[in-house]
DNA sequence: TGGTATGTTCCAAA
DNA sequence: TTTTGGAACATACC
């Protein structure tokens, strides 16, 4: 399930009752999933207040205060309004719970007659709403972190952020002499993609995945970026792509013009769309409308 | 049974 | 040095 688009929209449906309340316990059932560990994730969150929750990346960012706290304010968006608003309740930002969903995570809440399978932590809030982590796959993450920066220094570009520019853009792609596909997938460049959102990018851009990064002219790379962005906002507009038990609620699935549509016609010129290996994942590509002429 | 899967990371080979 | 391939992680589904 989790790209950038259903890291987003589950932000936006956790963000309201989450934001302002106090976490008060703390249960992971998979050791390996807590980092640092399970018991500093729980010395590090509990007793805390949530002052935001917001996305980097393919992150979900849970950003902490402490009222009592006298640590240093390390926030993000300086002078923002999360400054602001955590000045109004007096408090201080004290450190970050940043939450990867990897394959198959997601959140629920706790509630009668809800009795979702493969919770794997918890998370208890003071007005005793309780949400949950679920997460068939275990690969997803709870780290805890003092240093937002230095936690995320791994990350690239945010592709819907003003960071992403024509020029920005630009000198990633011909810093480098790698396939599309690898590149947009790698975290460290742009950071959001996955294996759907790049397929479905390419093709709205006409690209084929194995184009090397350094042969595109400037307007190749342009309709690139902009591709990349078109996407991403229809994806979130859309709630996301929902998949079978995982995750439910997003309409992009009956959008998608070529991820798991091998086989079917190309939405553009109805020629059968081709399923590929490139960089050992699945790949989908309308052969007609993504050429590779001559540049591999 | 084997192959596939929305993700990331690490190591070896080219 | 950079890029690519392969395996690993854990589980579910076809």
Redesign the pocket.
């Known amino acids: 399930?989790?790209?950038l688009p259903?890291v987003e929209t589950t932000v936006r449906a956790f963000r309201p009752r989450l934001e302002g309340r106090r976490i008060v316990r703390f249960v992971s059932r998979?050791a390996?999933q807590a980092n640092p560990s399970v018991a500093a994730v729980r010395r590090g969150i509990v007793g805390k207040r949530i002052i935001r929750l917001r996305r980097r990346?393919?992150y979900i960012v849970v950003d902490l205060g402490d009222e009592r706290g006298e640590g240093p304010e390390d926030a993000p968006g300086r002078g923002s309004k999360a400054r602001r608003r955590r000045k109004q309740r007096g408090q201080r930002q004290r450190g970050h719970l940043l939450i990867?969903?990897?394959?198959?995570g997601r959140f629920e809440w706790a509630a009668e007659g809800n009795r979702p399978?493969?919770v794997r932590a918890i998370l208890e809030l003071d007005d005793g709403h309780r949400m949950l982590f679920c997460d068939?796959?275990?690969?997803g993450k709870i780290i805890y972190a003092t240093d937002f920066k230095a936690a995320t220094e791994?990350l690239g570009v945010e592709p819907l952020g003003r960071g992403f520019t024509a020029v920005r853009f630009e000198r990633l792609l011909r810093?480098?002499?790698?396939?599309l596909k690898?590149?947009l997938?790698d975290?460290?460049i742009v950071?959001g993609?996955?294996?759907?959102?790049?397929d479905e990018t390419l093709f709205r851009a006409r690209l084929h995945p194995a184009t090397?990064?350094?042969r595109l002219t400037s307007r190749e790379i342009e309709r690139l970026r902009r591709a990349i962005q078109t996407v991403l906002l229809k994806a979130i507009r859309l709630r996301g792509?929902s998949?079978?038990?995982?995750?439910r609620g997003g309409q992009m699935w009956e959008r998608l013009t070529v991820?798991g549509r091998a086989g079917l016609p190309c939405r553009r010129c109805r020629t059968p769309i081709e399923?590929l290996?490139?960089?050992?994942?699945?790949t989908h590509i309308c052969p007609k409308c993504q050429p590779l002429d001559g540049r591999p």
């Open positions: 399930m989790p790209e259903e998979v390996k990346a393919k990867h969903l990897g394959m198959s399978q493969h068939a796959r275990k690969f791994h810093g480098r002499a790698r396939q690898p590149l997938l975290q460290s950071a993609l996955g294996n759907i959102y790049a090397r990064s350094d792509t998949f079978d038990q995982v995750y991820y399923a290996r490139i960089a050992q994942r699945g």
